[in-house]
């Protein structure tokens, strides 16, 4: 979507979060270039076994309120809400809503249902000041309460059933090694240089601003072929870059998986596990019987781009115990990564877990982010960051989805024996361009010689 289209949604979502926010929440800080947190519930809170010292509680104040604003916004039917005219646009509906809320009817140019859930909210404050007001300030506001902070003490990551927690020092990107620089690097290049193969991800209940891409194995719709990758269509003058773009993918996923691994070698396991058990690929596997590699981990991922936000959520349908969370500063014209010398300069838009009222700042994170948790079980979601024309934060999430496994594990069952399916692997997304292109020429021949 075109960036005006995009950045137009976002202070409705602000708007909307902020109308019935209690207290504000309060945010995790990252001080410096690396800032790792894994957490696992072993029978303890999240925030204990994330942060020492800080009291916590759960409420609805923070939570309630955010999950509240998704679940009706959700309702809307366009992921863009129709604003095609950008900022001012979205201005005039956001009056537009707060007159309907007063006259008790919709307006045009949305949904009555999404108008209805949107003027709930404004209550009984003036509906023309409280709502652009809030608009241009939550996030700020957000960001500015920085109370609770990550332990300065580093910790040796626990290898048992029980807690596994590490908060290691901080060290600065300058401090990497050349091997670790070439290797983020070359992750983050990979990614950007995949995302011309690749659409968006469009659902509206995912995504309500900036971009989100998928890589990987998915479920398919067509009833013929058992899973598939995401690969949009291309022409035959791009099959050779198609081709050697997603060659890279081995290197890749070696390089998330080791990251991955030398996180938490027990969630790292436990996933690994879990494909073997249930017959999955790797996302880096170009063909479904290929051999998982070493580091396999997960057979998909998704990675957001330009300011991505989204909704409070819980990832119900991944039937992994842990996900892996990576964030890269980089470049937004070639995806490489942007050292602090290059004056990286994102601050906002945190990841936040409304229902334990925490979240990480990255105000202070000019590095790189990595992180462990149930996302099945805890709500999480990323705050808007402020739009930047240089660079954008990366963000890598590592996950197993329940579609394709059990698409996978009716294939092992013998479900599919038929001749007719098939898998949409990487080979096949060639072989069908190349058809295409040969008939097209057989076509074209056959007309000149008639």
Request: aromatic letters at 12%; one cysteine or more.
């Amino acid at each position: 979507a075109p960036p005006a289209k995009r950045l137009a949604c976002r202070p409705l979502y602000e708007a909307a979060c902020g109308l019935v926010f209690g207290p504000q929440p309060r945010a995790i800080e990252g001080s410096g270039a690396m800032t790792m947190v894994i957490t696992t519930r072993s029978g303890k809170d999240l925030v204990s076994s994330l942060v020492e010292g800080p009291q916590t509680k759960k409420g609805d104040l923070f939570g309630g309120a955010l999950e509240a604003a998704a679940a009706h916004t959700h309702n809307i039917t366009d992921p863009y809400f129709h604003l095609q005219e950008g900022q001012n646009r979205n201005r005039s509906l956001l009056l537009e809503v707060c007159q309907a809320r007063k006259k008790k009817e919709a307006a045009t140019g949305w949904t009555q249902k999404g108008f209805r859930s949107l003027c709930q909210f404004n209550n009984e404050e003036d509906p023309h000041l409280s709502i652009l007001e809030i608009s241009e300030n939550f996030l700020s506001r957000f960001i500015s309460l920085n109370t609770l902070k990550l332990a300065s003490k580093s910790h040796s990551l626990t290898h048992n059933n029980q807690n596994t927690i590490s908060l290691p020092k901080n060290p600065e990107l300058s401090s990497f090694s050349r091997r670790v620089k070439y290797d983020l690097q070359f992750l983050s290049t990979f990614l950007h240089r995949s995302k011309e193969f690749l659409s968006p991800v469009r659902s509206a209940s995912r995504s309500w601003g900036g971009l989100m891409w998928a890589l990987g194995w998915r479920k398919s719709r067509d009833k013929k072929q058992i899973a598939g990758r995401y690969i949009k269509k291309f022409s035959a003058s791009k099959m050779a870059k198609f081709n050697s773009v997603f060659q890279d993918s081995p290197r890749a996923g070696e390089i998330l998986g080791k990251l991955f691994w030398e996180m938490g070698g027990i969630p790292f396991e436990k996933n690994q596990q879990l494909m073997k058990e249930l017959n999955l690929p790797d996302f880096t596997n170009l063909g479904y019987h290929h051999k998982l590699p070493n580091l396999a981990c997960s057979p998909h991922l998704t990675f957001t781009t330009d300011g991505f936000f989204n909704p409070p959520h819980v990832d119900k349908k991944d039937i992994s115990e842990f996900a892996f969370v990576l964030f890269l500063p980089t470049f937004s014209a070639d995806g490489k990564l942007a050292p602090p010398s290059s004056g990286y300069n994102i601050s906002s838009g945190p990841f936040i877990f409304p229902d334990h009222q925490f979240g990480i700042d990255f105000s202070h994170q000019k590095g790189v982010v990595k992180m462990i948790w149930q996302a099945n079980k805890y709500k999480h979601c990323t705050m808007p960051s402020d739009p930047n024309p240089l660079f954008t934060r990366l963000g890598i999430s590592l996950q197993i989805n329940r579609t394709l496994s059990n698409a996978c594990q009716n294939y092992e069952d013998g479900d599919y024996d038929a001749d007719e399916y098939y898998f949409g692997d990487h080979y096949y997304y060639l072989f069908r361009c190349l058809v295409k292109t040969v008939t097209l020429i057989c076509c074209s021949m056959l007309f000149l010689f008639v």
